[in-house]
């Protein structure tokens, strides 16, 4: 039952001085401390944990979904990033896919063979280790790790057992493609059974051994064609061996003496630095922490900044993004205007809006480097269908065009889908000759979510000198559309208090409040290193240090904070 997951524990911030991981499996991140102290750095350990995370979690992340990942060079200040999203199929259009019957109002089921885009994570991780890698551990010694859990087994963790089944379940009779590799005789794992998967283990070994090539050419990409085949989609082995990550330019906002970087578009990264641009027109430390007023803004800020990106968001290669007006400051201060103490009624565009199956994690070496890494494959197990002998399932991250002839985000062969995963860094604010200062690198998932989440924390640590883990533990608010009734519901997490819940619904708002149990998981999951002790406004100068390592991890999953 959703109410046996209980919160009756506390945890404090993991301190640290020469390197630190953060990830929601234990075992994960165990694989990518390891790693850090072979001689990696913060990418090798981030693309180390990943791949064991498609181990743990493979109803959430794993080969045959998409990954973003940002860097910052400790040396340079630098911060790049990789965009690891797949395009879908060049035969997938909207004549295509309304000559098989389908509309905007009926699309196809999320679980379409014709939603799986090309995977773009394994790229991602081999380009993630060649760009910003310490290049002293080979990609084989990267991936070890992953392996190993998978050809010798591990325990599942409590709160991965749970959604493992559920993702089981909201297949249905799709779930019997899993059943070779990714369950255990036909029935998902239980809490603290031993799981093997050497089918993935062989898959990660090739693409240790090979490379991109391992994966996109050659045995994996005929099982992915295959199955995609035999289940009605049109994805061929030249979509897969076309496919190359981009290197990009994050893009990023100033609030009060720190800046926030997040992915460009296709990612939502945009509706994060929206939020928080509106945000910085209201005084939300004096209203005070999860208060009615605070969550009102917040929530009407947060319909604002969602209608933007779900209108103009999209890939950027089929059409041009007004990036510069969105993210002025005056835009953000017009469209503040509108939120005052009473309603805001904004529509937003139809469009998928549900929930996600995604991994966060990141590390901060002793070197000064800083990797943020979110990794998916969409829905729980994303399509459901899995390649023969693979050990993985493929995203149904197609699910998320529109079928709008003239929407920016209208499906198109070839074409990067709007993509909720997003990564982020925060540095502290900089003139133009001054190498950023790293402060934290921090997430929270869980498709629209993510950027409510990574504000909702953001402002724990800012305006109300939360550390990393107390930023990660305090009740969140998730503000979701319904496509079915065109309303926002405001989403309250078990904590919030039910004199805010009630002046909520008072001021016009749908209100679901309390949110406990299991169904906590829709707020999602985050990790937060930062660098110092910035957020705290009573800092003990004789103590404080920018050398020591802060973290914290989410409460809502299995994982934890470690360093060395």
């Keep these: 039952m959703d109410t046996d997951l209980t919160f009756s524990s506390r945890r404090s911030p993991v301190v640290c001085l020469h390197g630190c991981v953060a990830s929601s499996q234990p075992l994960a991140s165990s694989v990518g401390l390891d790693v850090l102290k072979r001689g990696g750095n913060a990418a090798d350990a981030a693309v180390a944990i990943a791949a064991a995370l498609a181990v743990t979690e493979p109803f959430s992340t794993g ?6 990942c940002l860097f910052y060079n400790g040396n340079t200040g630098e911060i790049r990033g990789i965009n690891g999203s797949g395009r879908s199929p060049r035969a997938l259009n909207l004549e295509l896919l309304e000559g098989r019957g389908y509309t905007a109002e009926a699309p196809p089921s999320p679980y379409d063979a014709l939603n799986v885009t090309v995977p773009g994570a394994p790229a991602c991780w081999c380009d993630t280790v060649q760009l910003f890698g310490s290049h002293k551990l080979s990609f084989q010694e990267v991936l070890s790790g992953a392996v190993e859990l998978a050809e010798v087994g591990f325990p599942v963790a409590e709160v991965t057992a749970h959604h493992w089944a559920n993702g089981v379940a909201a297949l249905g009779g799709a779930g019997k493609e899993l059943g070779g590799d990714l369950l255990i005789d036909n029935r998902a794992p239980k809490c603290g059974q031993v799981f093997k998967n050497p089918s993935l283990a062989r898959t990660l070994k090739e693409l ?48 009060k003496g720190v800046r926030l970087w997040e992915p460009p578009p296709n990612s939502q990264g945009l509706a994060a630095l929206l939020l928080l641009n509106i945000l910085e027109n209201f005084r939300l430390k004096a209203v005070g922490h999860n208060s009615s007023d605070y969550i009102h803004v917040l929530v009407e800020a947060v319909r604002l900044a969602l209608t933007d990106a779900l209108h103009y968001l999209g890939d950027p290669d089929h059409g041009t993004l007004p990036l510069q007006t969105l993210l002025d400051k005056s835009y953000s201060h017009q469209r503040a205007q509108h939120i005052n103490m009473e309603r805001v009624m904004e529509g937003v565009e139809p469009g998928l809006m549900t929930g996600s199956d995604t991994v966060y994690l990141c590390v901060i070496d002793g070197q000064g480097n800083a990797c943020s890494f979110v990794n998916s494959i969409y829905m729980a197990f994303g399509s459901g269908l899995v390649p023969k002998d693979c050990g993985f399932s493929l995203q149904n991250r197609g699910a ?28 502290a604010s900089a003139t133009k000759s001054q190498k950023p200062k790293l402060l934290a690198a921090l997430g929270v998932m869980g498709a629209f979510m993510q950027p409510q989440g990574h504000i909702q924390v953001l402002l724990n640590m800012l305006e109300f000198g939360m550390n990393p883990q107390e930023a990660l533990d305090a009740p969140r608010v998730y503000v979701q559309y319904d496509q079915k009734t065109d309303e926002w519901v405001v989403n309250l997490e078990e904590g919030v208090d039910q004199e805010v819940a009630e002046e909520l619904k008072r001021r016009g708002h ?23 002790d910035w957020w705290n406004p009573s800092a003990n100068q004789a103590v404080h240090s920018t050398r020591v390592l802060w973290a914290g991890s989410d409460p809502r999953a299995d994982g934890c904070a470690l360093g060395y």
Excluded at 63 to 68: I, N, V, W
Excluded at 412 to 420: D, F, I, L, P, V
Excluded at 510 to 532: D, L, M
Aim: proline share 3%.
């Design 510 to 532: 749908k209100v679901n409040w309390p949110v406990t149990g299991h169904k906590r998981s829709q707020f999602g999951r985050g990790q937060i290193i930062t660098v110092g």
């Design 400 to 427: 998320n065009f529109s079928l709008r002839r003239n929407h920016f985000n209208c499906v198109a062969g070839g074409k990067r889908s709007y993509h909720t995963i997003i990564s982020a860094l925060l540095t």
């Design 63 to 68: 080969p045959g979904g998409d990954a973003f």
């Design 208 to 255: 240790g051994e090979w490379g991109k090539s391992a994966f996109y050419q050659g045995r994996v990409a005929q099982a992915i064609v295959d199955v995609i085949s035999q289940h009605g989609g049109v994805m061929t082995l030249d979509d897969l061996s076309s496919h190359d990550s981009e290197v990009i330019t994050p893009v990023s906002t100033e609030y």
